[in-house]
């Protein structure tokens, strides 16, 4: 469940950031239209004073200038820059909308390995859950504060002994409780270890169900390998040109031709890098 947590909360964080992006990239193109205009309005206005204070014109003919020449040019290079920014936030928004898939995509892919994960961690949780039931189960059976007790009482009694031969008979029942005390305590001793060793079985079958889950999960098997792995310890055989018999060396007579490998299903995940994952995480159990 952590894992899930942690993932989407990164899926909502790469949303907020792309959209943050958006927001600031409208902000910025706004601001960048105004200060445009406004600069090239004050360029206007400059050249406009320069042709009335150098009298190459009169305001009138200078006022037509500006209006037929210098404010549609100013118009079309603003057109231009605002179709450059709609292209721009065109691309923008295709890469939005393909990150955003690919995304989905990953934290699908994610969220299926941390599922089985958890799961994984829940059936560990439970083994070790069942050997504690099972050692307290056998610590309860096997309590010997009843024959403790009795033998504190048989201690007792000889103290109290004032004849030899009682006090022999009650160090026999002594001895005896002490090694009913003792059997008790090995078999006690036994039971635990017993069921100690089972746990590593039980460990190994839920790593086995987890190795099955992540197989399943990938669409991948075990027991046929990838052809890149094939392919590679097909490149490692090369046939040698000579052969060595008793000592003489000659040529080999014929060649059996390597046969190709036929090629996998094609599934959405490469198959060694999902083999190299259950490699790494099952090792760490072994």
């Known amino acids: 469940m952590i894992n899930q947590t942690v993932l989407s909360n990164r899926r909502a964080y790469g949303d907020l950031y792309v959209r943050l992006m958006s927001s600031d990239i409208e902000r910025e193109r706004a601001q960048n239209n105004v200060w445009r205009r406004r600069d090239c309005?004050?360029?206007i206005e400059r050249i406009k004073l320069d042709l009335l204070d150098t009298g190459v014109c009169s305001e009138s003919r200078a006022k037509s200038v500006v209006e037929e020449f210098m404010i549609p040019l100013v118009g079309e290079r603003q057109g231009v820059y605002e179709r450059n920014l709609e292209t721009m936030e065109r691309a923008l928004e295709e890469q939005n909308k393909m990150s955003g898939e690919q995304l989905k995509s990953l934290f699908k892919f994610a969220q299926g390995a941390a599922h089985v994960w958890d799961v994984h961690e829940i059936g560990l949780a439970r083994q070790e859950r069942s050997l504690q039931e099972k050692l307290e189960q056998s610590k309860?059976?096997?309590?010997?504060?009843?024959?403790?007790?009795?033998?504190?009482?048989?201690?007792?009694?000889?103290?109290?002994?004032?004849?030899?031969?009682?006090?022999?008979?009650?160090?026999?029942?002594?001895?005896?409780?002490?090694?009913?005390?003792?059997?008790?305590?090995?078999?006690?001793?036994?039971?635990?270890?017993?069921?100690?060793k089972q746990y590593p079985d039980m460990v190994k079958s839920e790593l086995n169900n987890y190795d099955e889950a992540l197989c399943?999960?990938?669409?991948?098997?075990?027991?046929?390998?990838?052809?890149?792995?094939?392919?590679?310890?097909?490149?490692?055989?090369?046939?040698?040109?000579?052969i060595v018999e008793d000592g003489m060396v000659g040529k080999k007579k014929s060649k059996t031709p390597l046969q190709k490998p036929v090629k996998p299903e094609q599934t959405d995940v490469d198959a060694d890098c999902i083999s190299t994952f259950l490699f790494y995480n099952i090792g760490m159990y072994q």
């Open 41 to 43: 309005l004050q360029e």
């Open 140 to 196: 309860v059976s096997h309590d010997a504060a009843d024959k403790e007790a009795h033998l504190d009482i048989i201690m007792d009694r000889m103290r109290q002994d004032a004849t030899e031969k009682a006090l022999k008979d009650s160090l026999t029942r002594a001895l005896e409780m002490l090694d009913k005390i003792r059997h008790a305590y090995e078999v006690f001793h036994s039971d635990q270890e017993n069921i100690v």
């Open 216 to 242: 399943k999960l990938f669409s991948l098997d075990r027991n046929k390998p990838s052809e890149q792995t094939r392919e590679a310890t097909q490149d490692s055989i090369t046939p040698d040109d000579t």
